[in-house]
C-alpha cells in the first residue's frame, strides 16, 4: 500500500551456548518461548516472523524509524526480564536488535539487510 512501517530484527545472542548447554530441544523450545513473547507484545496490525536460525523479524505498521527503534528495545528488555522457564531451572535469553524504516517502494530484501545491519552494529557495540 506504498505506507511506512518499521522493521525491527533479532538475533538471540549466544544461542549456540543454550543449544549446547541444555540439548536442541530445549533450544526449540526458547525459541518458541521468543516467539511466544514478541507475538503477545506487538499490536494485531504487527507481523512476527522467524528469519531462521536464531533470527526473528517484527513489522511494525505504520512505525517510523524512532517508533520502531523504542518497541524492538522494549520487547528486548521484555525478553531478557522473562527467562524461559522448564522444569524449575531458568535460562535466561538476550536478544540484540536492530530497527529501521521502510516503505513499499522498498525491496523486501534490501529492507532485511539494512535491519540485519542495524542489529550487526548494536550488538558489536555492547561488545
Known amino acids: 500500500y506504498r505506507e511506512y512501517a518499521g522493521l525491527a530484527y533479532f538475533d538471540i545472542d549466544d544461542f549456540k551456548t543454550v543449544n549446547d ?3 536442541h530441544a ?3 523450545t526458547a525459541l518458541r ?3 511466544d513473547l514478541l507475538n503477545q507484545h506487538v499490536r494485531e496490525s504487527d507481523i512476527v516472523g522467524r528469519l531462521g ?8 505498521a505504520h512505525a517510523d524509524e524512532g517508533m520502531a527503534a523504542t518497541k524492538a528495545n522494549a520487547l528486548a528488555k521484555l525478553v531478557a526480564d522473562n527467562p524461559l522457564i522448564l522444569n524449575g531451572v531458568k ?3 538476550s536478544i540484540s536488535v536492530g530497527a529501521i524504516a521502510f516503505t513499499g517502494e522498498d ?3 534490501e529492507a ?3 535491519a540485519d545491519q542495524a542489529m550487526y552494529r548494536m550488538k558489536h557495540q555492547a561488545d
Open 21 to 23: 548447554t541444555y540439548g
Open 91 to 93: 535460562i535466561p535469553l
Open 33 to 35: 518461548h521468543l516467539a
Open 112 to 114: 532485511l539487510n539494512r
Open 107 to 109: 525491496e523486501p530484501q
Open 53 to 60: 536460525g536464531d533470527e526473528f523479524g517484527v513489522i511494525l
Open 26 to 28: 530445549v533450544g526449540d
